[in-house]
């Protein structure tokens, strides 16, 4: 069976600081990998989406990235964190861009 | 540019009372649209999806292009709905959420 994996599981950062955070697929191949950030109020916003290794699509300006090293590894970074980064960010994959299933999340305090 | 509009942030309803939660999107193209779960202390999860056109815990829900709706129903509200329902929207392999709407059951 397919499971989602999505690390750490809480994080507390100081501004200015770099960010990486990890979510890993396992039981399939190719999935579409998502990142959104979940903040009370807004709902889910899509951050990045990717339907293969290398090809990253963002939808919203900021400075987050992301990046797909490998088939099943879905990266979000930041090189500088900002107070406005703070939020609980979820990883998802599909399969081809059917019914999403999600991780557990990171909630990311930026202090 | 697509977008999911759930205007209610919260609703509350009480128990065996219908639920009605509603969703509007929009979208030039054929959409797909999706209901989304979160429970207490549980992952996200997906509850419906109108091309299945099921019934899943008592819940429907009829995409309506007409009214570009696709509202969530139940005739009767148990306790154990109370979570947090996200509307959702694929536009080819893109998933866009609404801002959701809590449903609280009243005992």
């Known amino acids: 069976s397919q499971t989602i994996h999505q690390w750490p599981a809480t994080l507390v950062q100081p501004v200015g600081s770099p960010l990486s955070l990890e979510c890993t697929v396992e039981?399939?191949?190719?999935?579409?990998l998502y990142w959104y950030r979940q903040a009370a109020g807004r709902g889910l916003q899509l951050l990045f989406y990717s339907v293969g290794i290398g090809q990253i699509s963002s939808e919203v300006p900021q400075n987050l990235s992301a990046s797909r090293p490998q088939d099943r590894q879905f990266i979000l970074s930041s090189k500088k964190l900002l107070l406005s980064d703070s939020g609980f960010y979820l990883c998802a994959w599909s399969w081809l861009g059917e019914k999403l299933f999600f991780g557990s999340g990171t909630q990311l305090s930026v202090l | 540019a697509q977008r999911v509009t759930q205007p209610e942030k919260l609703l509350s309803v009480f128990k065996g009372a219908p639920v009605e939660l509603k969703c509007n999107y929009s979208?030039?193209?054929?959409?797909?649209l999706f209901w989304y779960v979160q429970y207490s202390r549980q992952r996200l999860q997906l509850l419906l999806r109108?091309?299945s056109r099921e019934s899943i815990k008592g819940f429907t829900a009829d995409l309506n292009k007409g009214e570009t709706s696709f509202h969530l129903k139940k005739p009767f509200a148990q306790e154990e709905d109370s979570a947090m329902y996200y509307c959702a929207l694929r536009s080819d392999d893109k998933i866009i959420f609404g801002k959701g709407t809590r449903l609280h059951i009243l005992p």
């Open positions: 039981g399939t191949s190719n999935p579409n």
């Open positions: 979208y030039s193209g054929s959409p797909e």
């Open positions: 109108h091309i």
